[in-house]
Nanobody, 114 residues
Framework: QVELVESGGGLVQPGGSLRLSCAAS????????MGWYRQAPGKQRELVAT??????????NYADAVKGRFTISRDYAKNTVYLQMNSLKPEDTAVYYC?????WGPGTQVTVSS
């Protein structure tokens, strides 16, 4: 059984940075992608970034809204995926969720406000 636990959320001023972590436990297979999604109040959950297998180079995909500001990375030995978020904007405020296959973490709140 796979479990995901996010950490690193918080309150930050516009233009600031945060680094989210997602630690996975259980049977994690490196050939499957892991990703970050977010859900703002009153809105649907949306893709932020995904990262595929590192075996043959893998792939990384970003939502247009975060390209150039967010960076996803993955430590296959630690079964952990990270999301470095720079130049944060108020519209980045949301609960951020980690995803692997059909499993979701409980989420971590990110609030960007002055």
């Amino acid at each position: 059984q796979v479990e995901l636990v996010e950490s690193g959320g918080g309150l930050v001023q516009p233009g600031g940075s945060l680094r989210l972590s997602c630690a996975a436990s259980g049977s994690i297979f490196s050939q499957y992608a892991m990703g970050w999604y977010r859900q703002a109040p009153g809105k649907q959950r949306e893709l932020v970034a995904t990262i595929g297998s590192g075996g043959s180079g893998g792939y990384i995909n970003y939502a247009d809204a975060v390209k150039g500001r967010f960076t996803i990375s993955r430590d296959y030995a630690k079964n952990t995926v990270y999301l470095q978020m720079n130049s944060l904007k108020p519209e980045d405020t949301a609960v951020y969720y980690c995803n692997y296959q059909w499993v979701w973490g409980p989420g971590t709140q990110v609030t960007v406000s002055s």
